[in-house]
């Protein structure tokens, strides 16, 4: 039986202890792994042939509802209001509006006409009931399946203060003509029986409400990153058929289909471009701000735009399995893990309510025995309940999560999941490989050596003529360094030697050095050819002859990105010993990493090498990053401590690394472990200050030194402040940006 994942939309959870208990209850299940993640309201479940209908039934039984998502609609509206949130603000506004004139009344003396306790009471009555509804709600639901969560903090704090003013106002004094009361910061231990908590249940009630809000509104800008990414791509595409074009939904494209892509119009899928020259703009997927040229045989991505010339593109990947897709999926997976400090504040989180009840009895029980008035030993206990609710542990680690995640999804960095966060502040030493992630992955020239009498220009000019009709990428490097070339005829090549053919009237061969010598009886003067020699070793040599006279020879190589040595740089600023990986020569490898910076070279290494060279840093004590884009990276990318993969590398890489750079540009890599750990940082602060506040709040709730409509203010705020400092990652910048 196969192992396989499970999605599923949870509905009912109001709390971090709601997805805790969920998820509890899901990991009961036999071979059964389930996280429950309460800020995208979403759980996964992993196991064995698993029944989605036998998963919902548990969450129902549980008491909540949960739903398979839908598929995914190939276009993607507009995001819309979400329901919930707007029932919300309109319970808050309207508890907000009813509970206003109730606090001010309670805290003004000079305010007090006669009989206002009615007023305040008919006022409060309905915020109690309705605006506390979702909390009572949910703890009911709580209670029928014998748990308690932080909303049975808050309905037993709010129940509380108005039952004991209904109690106040109809069998004590309360309720007489002419009854004053004021508002103080702190517990009164001389209180009077005449005391109402009218303001207390109010403003409670509109505090939470409003910090529930808030942080329904942060989840929603939280999950915009990703929604703007599902709606970037096209909606309709213009499709070649026998040569005429027609205008269809992007949805109807399959694979293999024909389309033409027009300036300012974005690439409908992923495919290839068989027409036209242009440049694309792929900067709302890759953070890269610089067109990028593309040419028949270039390969293309959905939902970028055409700025140049009209292209015409073979479709090779349509729907769910287009770079666009596979993005929005990296993100939702991110969002919806966990981090294994958020699975710590979970665990305390499960345990800390029935904590917290059984600490506001002993501060009830506790100032009674010590001989406080009922009125000091009912605030204590009101306000320990209320302080004590650990919303904030909830929201700690999913709010930084979300944010963090979305924002890399803008600048193109998808970081497949929570756990990787931790990896990166782990990490000391990063390996590169070479080819495609140092270096472009593309030949290209890099000396030209004409014999003597010879000019540069002429050389490549005769070169570049007999190259153009090879598709040898050493061919194509020297055709595209030419300005330009005259025609060739009788053209002929021969593989793995050269190509020869006739150019303005006269025979012209291009190839190997041994070739020419051999077959040609054509070669250099003995001090050019040990100059060639040292040159073979770090480039493929090309020599060129005209009419049986040597006219030169043309270096080739893959070159070095243009930002490769600064990113090795901040790679050392960032606290990484960079390692240079590679299966090419020692010479060539020697050069590249000299030209970036890199005192570590580990050259001719073959794919099986790169894994035991990963393994041997992790075995000397080092935590490894591996940086690679091809299917001979895979299996390093696997074994090392985190794997980053360049978007523009091969789906086998990708798949086996933790994140992906969808640029190609190693400067974004830094960028990458940057956003990463400042997330990690951002969590791990949240999580401080959630933990701090319980710690030093609750001993000055049960001493009776606290107002509750205090305490559930500051209650409230702790979750703002989670959900504020979490915002900020919004505001990360990318330095590969600013060059």
């Given at each position: 039986m196969s192992t396989v994942d499970v999605e599923l939309d949870i509905t009912g959870m109001t709390c971090a202890s709601c997805a805790t208990r969920i998820e509890r209850k899901l990991n009961k299940l036999p071979g059964v792994e389930a996280s429950v993640n309460y800020a995208t309201e979403k759980a996964r479940v992993r196991g064995d042939g698993l029944d989605p209908a036998d998963l919902i039934a548990v969450v129902e039984a549980a008491g909540y509802a949960a739903a398979v998502p839908a598929a995914a609609a190939p276009e993607v509206a507009e995001s819309e209001a979400d329901p919930e949130t707007d029932a919300l603000r309109r319970r808050l506004l309207i508890s907000a509006a009813l509970a206003l004139p109730v606090a001010v009344l309670s805290m003004v003396p000079a305010l007090q006409f006669e009989n206002w306790q009615w007023l305040a009471l008919t006022l409060t009555a309905p915020v109690a009931v309705w605006g506390a509804w979702p909390f009572h709600r949910a703890a009911a639901v709580n209670a029928r399946h014998g748990a308690v969560t932080m909303d049975t903090l808050i309905s037993l704090g709010v129940i509380a203060s108005f039952g004991w003013s209904l109690y106040a106002l109809f069998f004590g004094g309360a309720g007489?003509?002419?009854?004053?009361?004021?508002?103080?910061?702190?517990?009164?231990?001389?209180?009077?029986?005449?005391?109402?908590?009218?303001?207390?249940?109010?403003?409670?009630?509109?505090?939470?409400?409003?910090?529930?809000?808030?942080?329904?509104?942060?989840?929603?800008?939280?999950?915009?990153?990703?929604?703007?990414?599902?709606?970037?791509?096209?909606?309709?595409?213009?499709?070649?058929?026998?040569?005429?074009?027609?205008a269809v939904p992007v949805a109807s494209l399959v694979v293999g289909d024909v389309v033409v892509v027009r300036p300012g119009e974005k690439i409908p899928s992923d495919g290839l471009v068989v027409e036209g020259t242009s440049a694309v703009d792929a900067s709302m997927l890759t953070g890269e701000s610089v067109p990028v040229e593309v040419a028949p045989g270039s390969r293309v991505v959905g939902a970028t735009i055409n700025v140049g010339g009209r292209l015409v593109v073979d479709v090779t990947r349509v729907g769910a399995d287009t770079e666009l897709a596979r993005m929005g999926r990296l993100v939702e997976e991110a969002q919806a893990g966990k981090a294994e400090v958020q699975r710590l504040a979970d665990r305390v989180s499960a345990i800390f309510v029935p904590v917290v009840i059984l600490l506001a009895v002993a501060a009830f029980a506790g100032w009674l025995v010590a001989g406080g008035s009922l009125e000091l030993a009912f605030t204590a206990a009101v306000a320990t309940l209320i302080i004590a609710c650990p919303c904030a542990l909830g929201l700690a680690t999913p709010t930084a999560l979300l944010v963090g995640t979305g924002r890399g999804s803008q600048l193109g960095i998808l970081i497949r999941g929570p756990q990787v966060l931790e990896q990166t502040r782990r990490v000391d030493t990063i390996v590169l490989d070479k080819t495609g992630t140092v270096t472009t992955g593309r030949m290209a020239v890099t000396d030209v050596l004409p014999a003597e009498d010879v000019d540069r220009a002429e050389l490549l000019a005769v070169a570049a003529a007999v190259e153009g009709g090879s598709e040898h990428p050493v061919g194509r490097a020297i055709a595209a360094a030419a300005d330009a070339a005259p025609a060739v005829e009788s053209f002929a090549a021969?593989?793995?030697?050269?190509?020869?053919?006739?150019?303005?009237?006269?025979?012209?061969?291009?190839?190997?050095?041994?070739?020419?010598?051999?077959?040609?009886s054509v070669g250099p003067s003995a001090s050019a050819l040990s100059s060639l020699d040292a040159l073979a070793e770090r480039a493929t040599i090309v020599a060129v002859a005209r009419d049986g006279q040597y006219l030169g020879a043309i270096a080739v190589a893959d070159t070095v990105k243009s930002t490769s040595a600064e990113a090795v740089a901040r790679f050392r600023r960032l606290g990484l010993r960079p390692v240079l990986l590679t299966g090419d020569n020692a010479a060539t490898a020697a050069r590249v990493a000299a030209e970036v910076g890199i005192d570590d070279v580990r050259a001719e290494v073959t794919p099986a090498q790169k894994l035991e060279v990963v393994r041997s840093?992790?075995?000397?004590?080092?935590?490894?990053?591996?940086?690679?884009?091809?299917?001979?990276?895979?299996?390093?990318?696997?074994?090392?401590?985190?794997?980053?993969?360049?978007?523009?590398?091969?789906d086998a890489a990708i798949a086996a690394s933790d994140v992906t750079v969808v640029s190609g540009d190693l400067l974004v890599v830094a960028d990458a472990v940057r956003l990463a750990r400042r997330t990690l940082g951002t969590i791990k602060g949240n999580l401080f200050w959630a933990f701090a506040y319980n710690v030093a709040a609750i001993p000055v709730a049960m001493a009776g030194l606290l107002n509750p409509v205090v305490a559930a203010a500051a209650m409230a705020l702790s979750s703002v402040f989670v959900v504020t400092n979490s915002l900020r990652l919004r505001r990360f910048r990318a330095e590969s940006a600013a060059r």
């Open positions: 007489m003509p002419g009854m004053r009361m004021s508002f103080t910061l702190f517990g009164a231990p001389t209180a009077g029986a005449h005391e109402i908590y009218l303001e207390v249940a109010a403003l409670v009630t509109v505090f939470l409400l409003a910090g529930r809000y808030a942080e329904a509104r942060a989840r929603t800008a939280s999950a915009s990153a990703l929604k703007a990414l599902l709606n970037l791509g096209a909606t309709s595409a213009t499709k070649l058929v026998d040569g005429r074009e027609h021969h593989a793995g030697l050269g190509v020869q053919g006739v150019v303005d009237g006269s025979a012209v061969v291009a190839g190997r050095l041994s070739w020419l010598r051999d077959q040609w840093l992790q075995t000397d004590g080092r935590v490894v990053a591996m940086v690679g884009d091809g299917v001979n990276d895979a299996a390093a990318l696997t074994a090392a401590d985190l794997g980053i993969a360049m978007g523009g590398g091969t």
